[in-house]
């Protein structure tokens, strides 16, 4: 028996010996001076720094396109666009119709119309199946009294279904495709879902049907750019994409696309209408110019070359936390959203006597602060929300797309260095 144990702890260490030889040279340029200006600069600490002056942390971004870590960072050509958009003064509703007519092309929607974002978008879709283009009924929203107001949410309730509720719909839920057609009434205006595979072919057959649009909340779906492009062809009435999360626009900002004569109704309930009740959800001709220079930039990017860079990042940080005995990794493209190479990290949290949560919460307390992603840690998830995650397995995920070159580094060492003091604290109270 003891020769077993013997041959399996040697077994063990050379594991641990030929991992640490692998990870050897990002160990040497970590502890270079050219990556510690680089460390400087990722935590906040470069001259220059506007947020620095008001004593708001920076922080690497592990975690990926949130709103409350103000989404993306913008495309350069985003950042162009806007900057040369600021120096003139347009027509919004001329800028608005154009815009529209470049987003059809670059779709094969028949039309569209730049958002506040995938939510204000959502509040505009609303807002135009109910009162259309009459100036009576989009002055009276969000009293719907004599309009068709019910908005069936096929798939359920989700953290954002207050903007379909603000512009006056009233929720019916269909759980799945088997309860749709039952859910539809006379009443109903919309039918909405984060669908975005093959059910929503089989919803389009009964809201087709039953005349009713149906809206897809598309907002994480790009990339890839095909998900841009795949439900006009589809034949969806609505879709929504948002400009700050994957598309790399402002983060304040997002497109709705579909139907002319639905987008024309949207657009009559929106800003800058006055009177309109989406009228508080402005979009400026800087994220107008933005978003269409990101749009263009998609649809001519290489996602393969993209994907192996952001591979590199998230392998290079694998690298490192797997020099911790007990610690393994694995690497996936997630489909239909936030589809990055993502790097799940993986421990017996009994065994160190850590808890993902735990970690998450000294990684961000940390300096630099990093925010790292894990199944169970939305902030912002409203209570009910959590309860239906109960039963859900917690996982730390690094998310390679919102990480900056460099950032990896620091990252895959600082989880390295949680982990194994948790490790061996562990070990000495045993």
């Known amino acids: 028996m003891s020769s077993t144990?013997?041959?399996?702890?040697?077994r063990a260490?050379?594991?641990?010996?030929?991992?640490?030889?692998?990870?050897?040279?990002?160990?040497?340029?970590?502890?270079?001076?050219?990556?510690?200006?680089?460390?400087?600069?990722?935590?906040g600490k470069a001259l220059g720094n506007p947020y620095a002056k008001l004593g708001v942390?920076?922080?690497?971004?592990?975690?990926?396109?949130?709103?409350?870590?103000?989404?993306?960072?913008?495309?350069?050509?985003?950042?162009?666009?806007?900057?040369?958009?600021?120096?003139?003064?347009?027509?919004?509703y001329e800028l608005q119709a154009a815009a529209g007519k470049k987003l059809a092309a670059l779709s094969g929607a028949e039309s569209g119309i730049v958002t506040a974002g995938a939510a204000a978008a959502m509040s505009q879709a609303t807002a135009g199946c109910i009162a259309g283009s009459d100036p009576e009924k989009?002055?009276?929203?969000?009293?719907?009294?004599?309009?068709?107001?019910?908005?069936v949410m096929l798939g359920g309730r989700n953290a954002f279904d207050n903007a379909l509720r603000l512009a006056g719909g009233k929720l019916v839920i269909a759980a799945g495709l088997a309860d749709l057609a039952g859910a539809i009434t006379p009443k109903t205006a919309l039918v909405y879902t984060t669908f975005r595979d093959e059910r929503v072919i089989e919803a389009l057959k009964v809201t087709k049907a039953a005349g009713v649009p149906l809206l897809v909340d598309a907002s994480?779906?790009?990339?890839?750019?095909?998900?841009?492009?795949?439900?006009?062809?589809w034949g969806v009435d609505l879709y929504t994409i948002s400009g700050g999360k994957g598309l790399g626009g402002p983060q304040c900002s997002g497109v709705l696309l579909g139907r002319k004569d639905l987008i024309d109704a949207a657009m009559a309930n929106s800003a800058p209408w006055e009177g309109a009740v989406c009228r508080a959800m402005k979009v400026g001709k800087e994220e107008i110019m933005g978003v269409l220079a990101a749009v263009e930039y998609w649809s001519k990017a290489d996602l393969n070359a993209l994907n192996k860079t952001w591979q590199g990042r998230v392998e290079r940080v694998a690298k490192l936390v797997e020099t911790?005995?007990?610690?393994?990794?694995?690497?996936?493209?997630?489909?239909?959203?936030?589809?990055?190479?993502?790097?799940?990290?993986?421990?017996?949290?009994?065994?160190?006597?850590?808890?993902?949560?735990?970690?998450?919460?000294?990684l961000r307390q940390g300096e630099p602060c990093i925010?790292?992603?894990?199944?169970?840690?939305?902030?912002?998830?409203?209570?009910?929300?959590?309860?239906?995650?109960?039963?859900?397995?917690?996982?730390?995920?690094?998310?390679?797309?919102?990480?900056?070159?460099?950032?990896?580094?620091?990252?895959?060492?600082?989880?390295?260095?949680?982990?194994?003091?948790?490790?061996?604290?562990?070990?000495?109270?045993?």
């Open 57 to 92: 942390r920076t922080i690497i971004n592990a975690r990926g396109t949130f709103t409350y870590l103000s989404g993306c960072l913008e495309l350069p050509e985003v950042r162009r666009a806007a900057e040369a958009a600021s120096h003139y003064f347009v027509d919004l």
């Open 138 to 151: 989009v002055w009276q929203l969000p009293d719907t009294t004599g309009m068709k107001d019910e908005v």
């Open 220 to 233: 994480a779906s790009v990339p890839p750019f095909e998900n841009f492009t795949k439900f006009a062809k």
């Open 371 to 430: 925010e790292m992603l894990s199944t169970l840690g939305n902030r912002s998830l409203l209570p009910q929300l959590r309860k239906s995650n109960a039963n859900v397995v917690n996982k730390l995920q690094v998310v390679s797309m919102t990480l900056q070159p460099g950032e990896e580094l620091i990252v895959g060492n600082r989880v390295r260095q949680v982990l194994n003091k948790a490790r061996k604290t562990k070990t000495a109270a045993n």
């Open 5 to 10: 144990f013997e041959f399996q702890g040697g």
């Open 324 to 362: 911790v005995p007990g610690v393994t990794t694995e690497i996936h493209i997630p489909v239909g959203s936030n589809s990055y190479p993502t790097l799940t990290i993986n421990w017996d949290e009994t065994a160190f006597g850590l808890t993902v949560a735990e970690c998450v919460e000294e």
């Open 13 to 43: 260490a050379r594991r641990a010996f030929l991992k640490m030889l692998v990870a050897t040279p990002l160990f040497a340029t970590i502890a270079t001076r050219s990556f510690a200006a680089t460390v400087a600069s990722g935590a």
